[in-house]
C-alpha cells in the first residue's frame, strides 16, 4: 500500500521521496496499517515505486486486496491536494450508513464529500448504486475517472462509453466530467460535452495543475468555449448519408432493418432525424437511429393537428440527479422547425408533415438548410 500511519500517528508516503529518504525512514521510523493497525515493512526497488507491505504472517484483509498502484497514487495525491487546502480528510473511511468504503471522505461546512477515484471501468449499474446511497446519506459523490480511461481525438473529441455517460454531472446548464491525470498530477475538467455517437462526444477539456486549482474551483462555470460542435456534427451527417460501411455494429444494423421494412434507406432519412439535442451526450443511442424511429412511430403516420405522444421515459440521470430528457428537446426543435407546436403543458399537435427525401443531393440540400437554421439558433461565431 501508498500510505500509513506514522509512529507519530500522522498518515503518511514514500510517494516520490528519493532513495536515500527512504532508506533513512526505514531506520527511523514505524509505520502502521491503517486499517489492521500491525506494523508495516518498507518496499522499494528499481521496478515498483517505493510501498508499505504487510509482512507474510499477516491475516489484514488489505493484504491480497491488490489495488493498482496508479489507484492508490491517485488517491494520495487526492488526499495531500486536499489536506493542503485545509480540509480534514480521510483515506477509505467507512460510512456505516451506506456501508460503503469511498476513496476518500471530507466535510466542506455542513456538507460531506465522498470522492471515488475510478480507474477500472465498471458497470454503471454499480456506480448508480453507489450513488444513489451516498445521495441518501445527504453525501455529495465526486467520481473522479483515471486518465487511463480518457482519450482525446483532435481537439474538441473524446472517448465516450456507457462508462463515462454513468459518470457525467450537470453543472451551470452544462455536462461535465472529472479526470484525474497522476503522472502530470492535472485533473482535467471535461465540460460542455455534446455528443453524437456511442463512443465520442464533443467536449472542451480544461486543465487544472493540483498546484494550482481548489477544489470548489471544479464547480465554477466557464464562458462557453468558442469551438463549434456543429461543424462536426454536419460532417458525421454527411458521412452517414454519403459513406457505405459493409460492416457495421449489430445496432446499426438493426436500425436499417428497421427501415427498410418500412420501405426507408438509411441514406434517405429526413434531415430532422439527425438533430443535435442538448443531451445527446448521456443519451446512450445513436440520435439519427431514436429520431428515425420517434418520427416513423410518432409522428409520420399522425394527421396534422393530432397530439405528438411525449411520454417516453429515458434512463439518462447524472451522477448529481439531472434528470435530462433527449425527446422533450427533441420535440421543442421540432418545435422550433416549425413541425409542431405547442397547445398546452407539455402538449404538442403536429403541424406539418415531415418529407422523407427521394434523392441524395435533395437531402444534402435540406441538410444544409437546417444547419444553417441551427446555427442562427445557437448563435454561433464561425
Ligand atoms: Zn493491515
Same mark, same amino acid.
Given at each position: 500500500m501508498l500510505?500509513?500511519?506514522?509512529?507519530?500517528?500522522?498518515?503518511?508516503?514514500?510517494? /516520490?521521496?528519493?532513495k536515500?529518504?527512504?532508506?533513512?525512514?526505514?531506520k527511523?521510523? =514505524? +509505520? @502502521?496499517?491503517?486499517?489492521?493497525?500491525?506494523?508495516?515493512?518498507?518496499? &522499494?526497488?528499481?521496478?515498483?515505486?517505493a510501498?508499505?507491505?504487510?509482512?507474510p504472517?499477516s491475516?489484514?484483509?488489505?493484504?491480497?486486496?491488490?489495488?493498482?498502484?496508479?489507484?492508490e497514487?491517485?488517491?494520495?495525491?487526492? +488526499?495531500?491536494?486536499?489536506?493542503h487546502?485545509?480540509?480534514?480528510?480521510?483515506?477509505? !473511511? @467507512?460510512?456505516?450508513?451506506t456501508?460503503?468504503?469511498?476513496?476518500?471522505?471530507?466535510t466542506v461546512?455542513?456538507?460531506?464529500?465522498?470522492?471515488?477515484?475510478?480507474?477500472s471501468?465498471?458497470p454503471?449499474e454499480?456506480?448508480?448504486?453507489?450513488?444513489?446511497?451516498?445521495?441518501?446519506?445527504?453525501?455529495?459523490?465526486?467520481? %473522479?475517472?483515471?486518465k487511463?480511461?480518457?482519450?482525446?481525438?483532435g481537439?474538441?473529441?473524446?472517448?465516450?462509453?456507457? @462508462?463515462?455517460?454513468?459518470? $457525467?454531472y450537470y !453543472?451551470? &446548464?452544462?455536462?461535465c466530467?472529472?479526470?484525474?491525470?497522476?503522472?502530470?498530477?492535472t485533473i482535467i475538467?471535461?465540460?460542455?460535452?455534446?455528443?453524437?455517437?456511442t463512443?465520442?462526444?464533443?467536449a472542451?477539456?480544461?486543465?487544472y495543475?493540483?498546484?494550482?486549482?481548489? !477544489?470548489?474551483?471544479l464547480?465554477?462555470s466557464v464562458? +462557453?468555449?468558442s469551438?463549434?460542435?456543429?461543424?462536426?456534427?454536419?460532417?458525421?451527417?454527411?458521412?452517414?448519408?454519403? =459513406? +457505405?460501411h459493409?460492416?457495421v455494429?449489430?445496432?446499426?444494423? /438493426?436500425?436499417r432493418?428497421?427501415?427498410?421494412?418500412?420501405?426507408?434507406? @438509411?441514406?434517405? %432519412?429526413?434531415?430532422?432525424c439527425?438533430?443535435?439535442?442538448? &443531451?445527446?451526450?448521456?443519451?446512450h443511442?445513436?440520435?439519427?437511429?431514436?429520431?428515425t424511429? !420517434? %418520427?416513423?412511430?410518432?409522428? $409520420?403516420e399522425?394527421p396534422?393537428?393530432?397530439?405528438?405522444?411525449?411520454?417516453?421515459?429515458?434512463?439518462?440521470?447524472? %451522477?448529481?440527479?439531472?434528470?435530462?430528457?433527449?425527446?422533450q428537446?427533441?420535440?421543442l $426543435?421540432?418545435?422550433?422547425?416549425?413541425?409542431?407546436k405547442?397547445?398546452?403543458?407539455?402538449e404538442?399537435v403536429?403541424?406539418?408533415?415531415?418529407q422523407?427525401?427521394?434523392?441524395?443531393? /435533395?437531402?444534402?440540400?435540406?441538410?444544409k438548410?437546417?444547419?444553417?437554421?441551427?446555427?442562427?439558433?445557437?448563435?454561433?461565431?464561425?
Amino acid at each position: 500500500m501508498l500510505y500509513a500511519y506514522d509512529d507519530n500517528g500522522k498518515l503518511s508516503s514514500l510517494y /516520490q521521496l528519493s532513495k536515500q529518504r527512504i532508506e533513512q525512514l526505514r531506520k527511523e521510523k =514505524t +509505520y @502502521f496499517c491503517p486499517t489492521c493497525k500491525e506494523s508495516l515493512q518498507i518496499r &522499494s526497488g528499481r521496478l515498483h515505486t517505493a510501498h508499505f507491505a504487510h509482512f507474510p504472517s499477516s491475516n489484514c484483509e488489505r493484504k491480497h486486496q491488490g489495488e493498482s498502484e496508479y489507484h492508490e497514487s491517485g488517491k494520495w495525491l487526492l +488526499y495531500q491536494w486536499l489536506t493542503h487546502q485545509g480540509y480534514d480528510v480521510e483515506l477509505e !473511511f @467507512f460510512l456505516k450508513e451506506t456501508n460503503q468504503r469511498p476513496d476518500l471522505f471530507f466535510t466542506v461546512g455542513d456538507k460531506r464529500i465522498a470522492i471515488e477515484f475510478q480507474c477500472s471501468t465498471i458497470p454503471p449499474e454499480i456506480i448508480e448504486k453507489r450513488t444513489k446511497s451516498l445521495n441518501e446519506a445527504g453525501i455529495f459523490p465526486l467520481w %473522479i475517472i483515471g486518465k487511463n480511461q480518457y482519450r482525446q481525438k483532435g481537439k474538441h473529441q473524446l472517448l465516450h462509453t456507457t @462508462f463515462h455517460r454513468s459518470l $457525467m454531472y450537470y !453543472f451551470h &446548464s452544462n455536462f461535465c466530467m472529472y479526470y484525474l491525470d497522476v503522472k502530470a498530477q492535472t485533473i482535467i475538467i471535461a465540460d460542455h460535452i455534446q455528443g453524437s455517437s456511442t463512443t465520442l462526444c464533443y467536449a472542451n477539456p480544461r486543465f487544472y495543475s493540483l498546484k494550482s486549482v481548489t !477544489f470548489p474551483q471544479l464547480f465554477t462555470s466557464v464562458p +462557453y468555449p468558442s469551438f463549434s460542435y456543429l461543424n462536426i456534427w454536419e460532417k458525421s451527417m454527411y458521412h452517414l448519408r454519403t =459513406t +457505405y460501411h459493409r460492416r457495421v455494429g449489430s445496432e446499426e444494423l /438493426q436500425w436499417r432493418q428497421y427501415l427498410y421494412l418500412k420501405g426507408k434507406h @438509411f441514406s434517405l %432519412i429526413p434531415s430532422v432525424c439527425f438533430l443535435p439535442v442538448p &443531451s445527446q451526450s448521456i443519451y446512450h443511442v445513436k440520435a439519427y437511429m431514436w429520431q428515425t424511429r !420517434f %418520427i416513423l412511430d410518432h409522428f $409520420m403516420e399522425k394527421p396534422i393537428g393530432d397530439v405528438i405522444n411525449n411520454e417516453q421515459k429515458v434512463r439518462c440521470k447524472t %451522477i448529481n440527479q439531472y434528470q435530462a430528457n433527449p425527446i422533450q428537446e427533441y420535440i421543442l $426543435m421540432l418545435g422550433k422547425l416549425g413541425f409542431v407546436k405547442k397547445t398546452g403543458e407539455g402538449e404538442w399537435v403536429k403541424l406539418k408533415e415531415i418529407q422523407f427525401p427521394t434523392h441524395i443531393d /435533395q437531402a444534402l440540400e435540406e441538410d444544409k438548410r437546417v444547419m444553417f437554421f441551427l446555427r442562427r439558433q445557437t448563435n454561433v461565431v464561425l
